[in-house]
């Protein structure tokens, strides 16, 4: 499949990811139109591809979602002549992206300081747990226990309340989304200079980054914050409501949109009352506050509310269930669900790329591979003959 020209057309990434982090990274590369190589493990590759149910005709879902637009390249490392093969990938790439645990990399020959100096200009990310210095770098590391360390559980859920995470792999997926920007910074800076470096963030990093209330309120007052529910940790209302059929997201964080919602509702005479006139009113009551209000938006639906607020100026939203997620006009609008067609597996759905470029825009064009699926023809590509190729392939080098 001929890929488009996306923003990031001509790069070429080597992808030695597996399971999230790094998936995601280069799935934002590949999405906008770098050439990236999944290389596996011939034995299995990527633990994501056996992780489910859901299945899709036998494949992982998970694992067709974070690998679309890559080609699989399987490939044993273990030993000499597969690292020779890395090698000589390495000459026509640009980036290279691992999440082992740090040290793999090093005891393969393939270490950020043994790449450099066969290509200078290469930039090297690595994804890890708790990154690649500091007492904890030679830790393993998962989305739940960086959700612990970086405070995020401490904060979600509601009060009194067992400990919570937040329900996504929130910094599974902002560790990729970091790594893809720093990846992005440093290409520009080696395309100017020549000079490569190493990109290195992990899953804590990407947990603490989340906590910018949390940690500048600690750092003013030494306060510890705790877990609020839906409730905003400095302004209110700005909350989950109960209706009369469910609950409605209420927006009302400024003293205009508070006027606003107010008269929307019929409640014209809180703006005056003395306990919750100003914004730190509202919020040292929110409690009292959150009760009162649903004294009045239990009367009505949701629907109801969300016309006659919107009719008002007033942001506030729907609580919606992954179906109603995807049946909404607006996401669909803006394709943020896109159907892939492909000739074993029929229709694929997949989330759409969600930055918008209006010139080079990128785009869900490939299902994600089978393992070796393209080991052929990366090797191809790559100066490999065929003699050669058989002969990897015979010896257990390379899978197909």
């Given at each position: 499949m001929t890929m488009p020209k996306g923003p990031l057309d001509g790069m070429v990434a080597l992808d030695l990811t597996q399971i999230m982090a790094g998936p995601v990274c280069t799935m934002m590369l590949a999405d906008m139109g770098a050439n990236v190589v999944k290389i596996e493990r011939p034995n299995g590759g990527d633990d994501t591809r056996r992780m489910g149910p859901p299945f899709v005709k036998g494949r992982a879902a998970g694992?067709?979602?974070?690998?679309?637009?890559?080609?699989s390249l399987a490939l044993n490392l273990q030993g000499g002549e597969g690292r020779d093969v890395f090698c000589r990938l390495l000459e026509g790439a640009d980036v290279v992206v691992e999440n082992f645990r740090p040290g793999v990399m090093e005891r393969l020959g393939l270490g950020y300081e043994s790449l450099k100096e066969r290509k200078p200009s290469l930039v090297y990310c690595t994804i890890s747990g708790f990154g690649s210095s500091g007492p904890y770098r030679d830790r393993g590391g998962f989305d739940l226990v960086a959700q612990g360390m970086s405070g995020l559980m401490s904060i979600t859920g509601f009060p009194d309340s067992p400990p919570a995470k937040v329900g996504v792999p929130i910094t599974d997926i902002s560790a990729g989304f970091l790594a893809a920007n720093g990846i992005l910074a440093a290409y520009i800076h080696a395309l100017k200079t020549g000079q490569g470096q190493m990109v290195d963030t992990s899953l804590l990093e990407a947990g603490i980054a989340y906590t910018i209330w949390e940690s500048s309120g600690y750092f003013a007052d030494g306060g510890v914050p705790g877990p609020l529910g839906s409730a905003h940790r400095v302004s209110a209302?700005?909350?989950?409501?109960?209706?009369?059929?469910?609950?409605?997201?209420?927006?009302?964080?400024?003293?205009?949109?508070?006027?606003?919602?107010?008269?929307?509702?019929?409640?014209?005479?809180?703006?005056?009352?003395?306990?919750?006139?100003?914004?730190?009113?509202?919020?040292?009551?929110?409690?009292?506050?959150?009760?009162?209000?649903?004294?009045?938006?239990?009367?009505q639906e949701t629907d109801y509310w969300l016309e006659s607020l919107?009719?008002?100026?007033?942001?506030?939203?729907?609580?919606?269930?992954?179906?109603?997620?995807?049946?909404?006009?607006?996401?669909?609008?803006?394709?943020?669900?896109?159907?892939?067609?492909?000739?074993?597996?029929?229709?694929?759905?997949?989330?759409?790329?969600?930055?918008?470029?209006?010139?080079?825009?990128?785009?869900?064009?490939?299902?994600?591979?089978?393992?070796?699926?393209?080991?052929?023809?990366?090797?191809?590509?790559?100066?490999?003959?065929?003699?050669?190729?058989?002969?990897?392939?015979?010896?257990?080098?390379?899978?197909?």
């Open positions: 694992f067709m979602a974070l690998n679309r637009n890559k080609r209302p700005y909350q989950a409501l109960r209706t009369r059929d469910g609950y409605i997201n209420l927006g009302a964080a400024t003293q205009a949109t508070w006027e606003q919602f107010c008269r929307a509702v019929g409640l014209d005479g809180l703006i005056d009352d003395a306990r919750f006139r100003e914004p730190g009113d509202r919020k040292a009551r929110e409690g009292e506050l959150a009760e009162l209000l649903e004294e009045t938006l239990t009367q919107a009719t008002a100026g007033v942001v506030a939203g729907p609580i919606y269930n992954m179906k109603q997620v995807y049946d909404d006009p607006h996401v669909q609008a803006r394709r943020m669900v896109v159907d892939l067609e492909d000739d074993a597996l029929g229709t694929l759905r997949h989330i759409g790329v969600p930055v918008k470029l209006s010139e080079t825009p990128g785009a869900v064009y490939r299902r994600a591979p089978g393992l070796g699926e393209h080991s052929r023809e990366v090797l191809r590509e790559f100066g490999f003959d065929e003699e050669k190729i058989d002969g990897l392939v015979e010896a257990g080098v390379v899978a197909e």
